[in-house]
């Protein structure tokens, strides 16, 4: 059988233009610029240390101690043996970055597409609305690259299923394999699991399907090939997987093992995250108009009112001459403030997650053209995760899904649940203009979908753009307080207001054009007076440019920055060239930036602190205990940071940066003259505050017993030097008259660290809550701590025995298919 390759052509033309939209959007890159992204940024600091080996030895370092005092580099883009995944994934993103993520959504989405049977045009279109929606467009300027990563292949997940459930079982089980091992390779498990939740429910859909056409073998059959399939990605990608399970436990993710507070108070004490913290960043119910006006809450935190603006006016009648110098301070703080145009429920908003008031017209005239599983699928995951985003503004839901849903408590920032939405409504609306051109689709159907949503939906805009100021309480968070102020008062407020219903106004009038002209198109379809190729471009203009046009003014020229700058992400200061003199090992506790919050320190030295979302569980409590609320450094900071051999503690005077000696500094390692055994850690946490220096240790029974110490001594002339330093290898000597406890300046892990005292293997004991110890017996010695991860090589051998798999039953996939045509 002959292969037609004219049938192939369109579809080669369609990702030619995935390509050319992908580097139009980021034309600066083919210049050599760089998105300047926030989080990248960061993570160079933090993996600073692993980059550098890497570049130098051609060799991976699965542990550095350039941040935190020392943590795994799992979660730091480390990588393993036999990731051929990891290979393929960087094939498919040939493009310079971030093009490469934008052309993925296009790509991923199209291949959806086509396993649903979509007409290849549609696609395209579906494609680009999907890929230009604006949430996915921000997280690529902001630098969350991982959950783009993730999200752009969510779409080709839902292909491998579908093709699995259409009884193309082959086919749907290396694409499901290959699908989710690359949407596991992107490392973002809070995305993944969203994905799960959507597939989960489309999984009911199909099984409710099933069972009414009498086709349940043929369901689980597809679940079990499914099942099968999902294993072996798992497999392809248990290096990571494994490592990453091992160190969650271990970080602010995993169970904690203090069940008291700072002042010593039982406390209780959940797995997960704190509910709080989960849902610091809840969707305000009101603000769900955003998906279709964008600027329904104001917009994003960093947009301003213009100087033509109704409060701006206001603000040039404000007479300061009746305020003191702090009332005009906290006056002037409040105005900045309020002048944020956005006003909605979340601390900070870059964007809005606009859907484009077209796609969602679109999805909504699909509801009345399909039925079956997919409109009650999709439908069903777009209300409950929208319900789910709006975090404590629905504690109901939120709670429950905290207390009794497996591992939802992992994650925080509750509206990101919305990449849901952000998926399926453009499948909606691709579908229902699929239907819409489909001659199967009775005329009469087609008259009264249009007349029902394009009715119903312009007359929601124009409601609200009559009557939006009497529907909505346009209150922002902050025009309680400038009440207070009679230089301000209630004019400056309604002023806010004012300003704030013209913005959704704007919006309102601007979907009602959109709409309009789409309507206006379709309805010239119905009445044979324009041609389907004419209503796809009609339809595509008014959504590419209703898209693109929003996204421009979040993620623009002005966000690029030269390849030189890109390659030095963090300014060198006196200070940072002072410590750098110092060739000896040691800490930096960096007052610069944010100690706990930044990646700054790391970038040019070790740093007690770093930037990453799931931190070494022991360096947060020490945190939580000791640092925060503190203002200066007290002495118990001095001793913890001391501890960890933390030297120099940069920070900034009148004179500009400087770099500050820690006067309570233990070194490398020590030998100690006292040790307090305590029952438990959460008394070890606490006595943290009893440290003198070098010269007492806290250990729990447990870890006593552990190493078999019994007695304490130290002679005068007792000393352990550091003699060699590698990141994952350190030697030390030590001279003792008497058997004593050393303490090492080295954050502890369970997991993967190895000590020898004279080649013989020793048991590493946790002393002062984070830090290693070793009972050494008396004499001269030679001390090695190496990082020897089992896990790792564990994982790797998984790997390749998964990838081998995958590899027969993609060449016994293609055996059979060219078998077929001879």
């Keep these: ?245 091992e160190y969650s436990k271990e970080s602010t993710r995993g169970a904690s093992n203090i069940t008291v507070n700072a002042q010593g108070e039982n406390v209780e004490v959940k797995e997960g995250l704190d509910y709080d913290y989960i849902t610091d960043y809840s969707y305000g119910l009101s603000e769900s108009f955003n998906l279709i006006l964008p600027r329904f809450a104001g917009g994003g935190s960093g947009d301003a009112y213009e100087e033509d603006s109704n409060s701006r006016q206001q603000l040039l009648k404000i007479d300061p001459s009746s305020l003191n110098e702090e009332e005009m301070g906290y006056l002037n703080q409040l105005v900045s403030l309020s002048q944020r145009k956005y006003w909605g429920d979340q601390a900070i908003v870059e964007a809005p997650a606009y859907l484009g008031v077209s796609v969602v017209f679109l999805a909504l005239l699909s509801l009345f053209l399909i039925k079956g599983r997919l409109k009650w699928w999709t439908l069903t995951a777009i209300v409950l995760t929208l319900l789910l985003s709006y975090g404590k503004n629905l504690s109901w839901l939120t709670e429950f899904f905290i207390d009794y849903v497996p591992f939802y408590n992992k994650f925080r920032a509750v509206t990101s649940i919305q990449v849901i939405i952000e998926m399926c409504v453009p499948i909606l609306a691709a579908i229902g203009l699929w239907q819409f051109f489909n001659e199967k689709t009775a005329i009469d159907k087609k008259r009264k979908a249009l007349l029902y949503a394009g009715g119903g939906f312009a007359g929601v805009l124009v409601v609200i753009a009559l009557l939006g100021s009497f529907l909505f309480n346009l209150t922002g968070p902050y025009d309680e307080y400038l009440l207070d102020f009679p230089q301000l008062g209630a004019r400056y407020v309604d002023a806010l207001k004012a300003d704030r219903f013209a913005m959704i106004q704007s919006d309102a009038l601007k979907a009602l054009l959109y709409v309009g002209i789409i309507c206006g198109a379709l309805y010239l379809l119905l009445s044979d007076k324009i041609k389907e190729t004419v209503v796809l471009v009609i339809c595509g203009v008014v959504i590419l440019f209703d898209l693109i046009s929003f996204d421009t003014q979040y993620v623009n020229d002005e966000d690029y920055v030269s390849a030189r700058e890109y390659a030095l992400p963090f300014l060198k200061t006196e200070a940072d060239d002072l410590v750098l003199k110092d060739k000896s090992h040691f800490r930096v506790y960096d007052q610069l930036a944010d100690p706990v919050n930044s990646g700054r320190a790391a970038y040019f030295h070790n740093a007690m602190g770093g930037y990453h979302g799931a931190k070494p569980r022991r360096f947060q409590d020490l945190m939580n205990f000791y640092f925060a609320g503190q203002e200066g450094i007290t002495r118990e900071q001095l001793e913890i940071l001391g501890m960890f051999n933390t030297k120099y503690i940069l920070g900034q005077n009148a004179n500009g940066t400087v770099a500050q000696q820690n006067p309570i500094l233990s070194g490398n390692a020590w030998f100690v003259t006292d040790v307090k055994v305590v029952k438990d850690q959460n008394q070890e946490i606490l006595s943290i505050k009893e440290l003198n220096a070098d010269s007492l240790a806290i250990i729990t029974a447990d870890q006593k017993e552990l190493i078999g110490l019994k007695t304490i001594s130290k002679d005068s002339t007792a000393s352990i030097q550091l003699t060699n330093y590698k990141t994952e290898e350190l030697t030390y000597t030590s001279t003792n008259t008497q058997a004593g406890l050393a303490v090492f300046s080295e954050m502890y892990y369970p997991h993967g660290w190895i000590a020898t005292i004279d080649g013989k293997e020793a048991p590493i004991a946790r002393v002062n809550y984070a830090l290693r110890g070793l009972s050494v017996p008396a004499g001269q010695h030679e001390i090695v701590f190496k990082f020897v991860p089992s896990v790792v090589k564990t994982g790797s051998t998984i790997m390749l025995i998964s990838n081998i798999l995958l590899l027969l039953v993609i060449l016994g996939g293609l055996f059979i298919a060219l078998k077929k045509k001879i």
């Design 1 to 245: 059988m002959k292969f037609d390759f004219k049938k192939l052509l369109p579809h080669l033309a369609v990702f030619v233009v995935f390509i050319i939209a992908a580097l139009a959007y980021f034309h600066p890159v083919l210049s050599g610029k760089k998105v300047y992204q926030n989080d990248i940024v960061q993570y160079k600091g933090n993996a600073r240390q692993l980059i550098d080996h890497r570049a130098e030895t051609g060799e991976e370092l699965y542990w550095t101690d350039a941040v935190f005092g020392g943590m795994p580099t799992y979660q730091l883009g480390a990588r393993y043996d036999y990731d051929f995944i990891d290979s393929l994934d960087r094939t498919i993103r040939f493009l310079p970055r971030p093009a490469d993520y934008l052309f993925l959504y296009f790509a991923s989405f199209y291949v959806l597409m086509l396993v649903m049977r979509v007409d290849w045009k549609i696609g395209l279109l579906g494609a680009l609305a999907f890929g230009f929606s604006t949430y996915l467009i921000i997280i690529l300027g902001v630098g969350h690259n991982a959950k783009a990563h993730a999200i752009a292949y969510f779409p080709l997940v839902l292909s491998g299923i579908i093709l699995v459930f259409q009884k193309r079982y082959l086919l749907g089980f290396i694409v499901t394999a290959l699908a989710m091992a690359l949407e596991l390779q992107a490392n973002h498990p809070q995305m993944t699991y969203y994905l799960l939740l959507a597939v989960i429910i489309l999984g009911i859909a199909y099984f409710i399907d099933a069972i009414n056409k009498k086709v349940v073998p043929h369901y689980f059959k597809s679940i079990g090939i499914m099942t099968a399939a999902v294993v072996l990605a798992l497999g392809t990608n248990a290096g990571n997987l494994l490592a990453t399970s």
